[in-house]
């Protein structure tokens, strides 16, 4: 069998760090193309992998016929537009996290991908992460009896991404923390629990400590390289918010900067006969009783190259046709309660959804 030609379209952070690499370590992948709006990212990607051809205008290489799959890798403003030009021209897509900057985008690039019967998955990584597998796997044998609430943690100290960047401007990550973190929280509660239909949302977003972002200190700062002190300053760097669902109840915290010194990033599963906190990333700890005494265990499990494992499905569900976990109507869901976040926010209000 021929190799799967491929194209990066974006070549920063993630797709150095995971797609790229993962592509070059898959026996049935080979990159063709790295496409990138700064054509030194491309030609150094080029370089750097030994393969590949450097592409400016992702426009270019719609009309190659060699190119069967797409990764996705640009900041969250062109997810939608590119993911939607290349279902269009017969191509199988993975586009990162999260799938678009609105819900309203995101229903595009699925009636895209229901359109043209390519795949169009989301980088919602972590339902190939061996952990949240093996927690998943627990939760649905019963293990832990009924879960009825979720409490959600991802805050950290002081973690705002390149101030006044691609990550702080709505107009082009369409969110601060809730889109940017939460989304893969969110993600692995509605994995873990199959999908309990979304009732209200209620939520409060905040833009306090990174707005003044001349005075804003901090000790480090991802995508530091994309900091501009007179960009834009305009999305949510502390989110609360409260979710029914058909199954448990979720509440959730969120902050790229908060005036604690503590970063705490995991979600607590509460159940009639047990419970557990996945550390994001990590693993889990089950709390349960035992012999009339309280117990708690880390259950065993081999843990994974979750991006590999991502890309490798990936490659896989194009020869065989395969659904993944990671299909874009699942990743819709999150976007429903995301965008019912921010609409309740703004509007001071609960949001009911069905
Ligand atoms: N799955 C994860 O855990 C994870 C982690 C980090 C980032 N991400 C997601 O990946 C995406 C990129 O994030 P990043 O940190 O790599 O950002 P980045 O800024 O490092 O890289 C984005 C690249 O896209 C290029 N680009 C912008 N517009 C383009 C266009 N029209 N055509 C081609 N290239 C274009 C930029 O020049 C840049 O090199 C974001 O959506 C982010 O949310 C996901």
């Known amino acids: 069998m021929s190799k799967i030609k491929v194209a990066i379209i974006g070549c920063g952070t993630i797709a150095n760090n995971a797609h790229i690499p993962a592509y070059m370590n898959n026996p049935d992948a080979e990159i063709k193309y790295?496409?990138?709006?700064?054509?030194?990212?491309?030609?150094?990607?080029?370089?750097?992998?030994?393969?590949?051809?450097?592409?400016?205008?992702?426009?270019?290489?719609?009309?190659?016929?060699e190119i069967e799959a797409v990764s996705v890798c640009t900041p969250n403003k062109m997810h939608s537009t590119i993911s939607i030009d290349f279902l269009k021209a017969g191509k199988n897509v993975l586009c990162e996290k999260p799938a678009a900057r609105t819900l309203s985008e995101a229903l595009e690039m699925q009636k895209a991908k229901h359109e043209t019967g390519k795949v169009l998955n989301i980088g919602v990584v972590n339902r190939f992460n061996a952990g949240v597998n093996k927690l998943r796997e627990m939760i649905q044998s019963g293990e832990f009896g009924e879960i009825y609430h979720i409490y959600v943690s991802f805050r950290?100290?002081?973690?705002?991404?390149?101030?006044?960047?691609?990550?702080?401007?709505?107009?082009?990550?369409?969110?601060?923390?809730?889109?940017?973190?939460?989304?893969?929280?969110?993600?692995?509660?509605?994995?873990?629990?199959?999908?309990p239909k979304p009732l209200t949302v209620s939520a409060k977003a905040f833009s306090?400590?990174?707005?003044?972002?001349?005075?804003?200190?901090?000790?480090?700062?991802?995508?530091?390289?994309?900091?501009?002190?007179?960009?834009?300053?305009?999305?949510?760097?502390?989110?609360?918010?409260?979710?029914?669902?058909?199954?448990?109840?979720?509440?959730?915290?969120?902050?790229?900067a908060q005036n604690i010194g503590v970063s705490e990033t995991y979600i607590d599963f509460l159940g009639t006969k047990a419970g557990a906190r996945l550390q994001y990333g990590s693993d889990f700890t089950v709390y349960t009783t035992a012999c009339g005494g309280l117990v708690s265990l880390k259950p065993k499990f081999t843990?994974?190259?979750?991006?590999?494992?991502?890309?490798?499905?990936?490659?896989?569900?194009?020869?065989?046709?395969?659904?993944?976990?990671?299909?874009?109507?699942?990743?819709?869901?999150?976007?429903?309660?995301?965008?019912?976040?921010?609409?309740?926010?703004?509007?001071n209000r609960e949001i009911v959804l069905g």
């Open 208 to 256: 306090k400590l990174g707005v003044d972002m001349k005075n804003y200190v901090y000790e480090g700062m991802w995508s530091e390289e994309t900091k501009d002190l007179n960009g834009v300053y305009d999305v949510d760097d502390f989110v609360t918010g409260f979710v029914r669902t058909a199954g448990p109840t979720i509440s959730l915290n969120g902050a790229w």
């Open 303 to 347: 843990p994974n190259a979750h991006f590999q494992n991502e890309i490798d499905s990936f490659v896989r569900c194009i020869q065989t046709g395969e659904k993944l976990p990671s299909h874009i109507d699942k990743a819709i869901i999150t976007a429903t309660m995301m965008q019912a976040m921010y609409d309740s926010s703004e509007q």
């Open 34 to 65: 790295f496409c990138d709006i700064i054509p030194e990212k491309a030609e150094a990607a080029v370089k750097k992998y030994g393969c590949g051809t450097a592409v400016v205008d992702y426009h270019d290489i719609l009309g190659d016929p």
């Open 156 to 195: 950290a100290h002081r973690s705002i991404p390149g101030l006044g960047g691609a990550f702080t401007d709505k107009s082009i990550a369409g969110g601060g923390v809730l889109i940017d973190w939460g989304v893969h929280y969110l993600d692995i509660v509605m994995y873990c629990m199959d999908d």
